[in-house]
């Protein structure tokens, strides 16, 4: 049967129709079904660095209430502690200072003790002094590391935490070099470098690097790390001393898969330092990697 010359126009426009629409439906079926589920969203993190001097602040009186209050207030999720006191002598009334901080703030704790004494008396507590980190989410695992160390110098660490933070897992480092010798800072600084390495996971070090942004010692940090304040920080930065500052020498730095939306230095006389905190975003892609 031959149909008239606009019938078959006509059915010709309608087969074509057809086929165009199967091959869209076949390439839509074929495609990855990755690239069809749209990426997780990055997690949100605001972590701190604070020196605390073992809790004296400007006025010479020791009140860590003061320390737990400033990170309370800045409602932050990690922070680094330096100098912080474990049943170490008088001038902090032998106080575990992380473990009270840890039950102040309802916070997990892993502490790394750079100097370790015997007690005062037999059966006591040892006399410990060093770093802290706290953390709202529970601490996978841990582990204190020592620097080096020029001799009759005080013992410098080290101190990872390993957390996740909404399924994206990150390694949160903390230290405080050595304040009155840049050789051998610059030596603990390539040391940390070397630790961290180059791993699958988020990295943030939090510190008091006693070093300003130009030192060899912060730039080789930065060789694979970023500085969150040169990435999202407004105005000096200064944290040190607290009543008139004049030097940035705390920080916070990431791995570049991190993302600083923010960075602030916090005003306090809780301490001779100002803390700085920066609102981090971890990368969603990595969600569940390594997590195991």
Do not use: C
Not at 110 to 115: E, P
Not at 132 to 146: C, G, K, M, Q, V
Not at 234 to 262: H, Q
Request: hydrophobic share 40%; net charge negative; proline share 6%.
């Amino acid at each position: 049967m031959r149909f008239p010359h606009t019938l078959r126009v006509a059915l010709t426009a309608i087969l074509a129709s057809v086929l165009t629409a199967a091959t869209v439906l076949t390439v839509t079926a074929t495609a990855s079904p990755r690239s069809a589920q749209p990426s997780a969203p990055d997690r949100e993190v605001r972590v701190m660095s604070f020196n605390i001097h073992h809790g004296v602040g400007l006025d010479g009186r020791l009140d860590l209430r003061r320390v737990a209050d400033v990170i309370e207030q800045e409602d932050v999720d990690v922070v680094g502690l330096q100098e912080v006191d474990r049943h170490f002598s008088e001038r902090s009334d032998f106080v575990d200072q992380a473990a009270w901080l840890a039950r102040e703030l309802n916070m997990h704790v892993v502490y790394g003790a750079n100097i370790d004494r015997d007690p005062l008396n037999p059966g006591e507590p040892r006399r410990q002094y060093g770093t802290a980190i706290l953390s709202d989410r529970p601490i996978l695992d841990w582990e204190n590391t020592y620097l080096p160390r020029y001799e009759g110098h005080e013992q410098r660490g080290l101190l990872r935490a390993r957390i996740v933070v909404r399924g994206v897992p990150v390694q949160v480092y903390n230290t405080h070099l050595q304040h009155n010798d840049a050789a051998e800072r610059l030596e603990q600084s390539e040391a940390i470098k070397d630790i961290i390495g180059t791993p699958d996971e988020s990295v943030v070090l939090l510190g008091d690097l006693n070093a300003t942004p130009e030192a060899p010692e912060i730039t080789t940090l930065l060789d694979d790390l970023v500085d969150a304040w040169e990435e999202a920080g407004v105005g000096d930065g200064y944290t040190i001393p607290s009543e008139g500052p004049n030097r940035r020498i705390d920080y916070v730095l990431t791995s570049g898969d991190v993302v600083a939306r923010s960075a602030a230095v916090v005003t306090t006389d809780a301490s001779d330092h100002l803390p700085v905190h920066a609102d981090l975003l971890l990368p969603g892609s990595k969600v569940g990697v390594g997590a195991g």
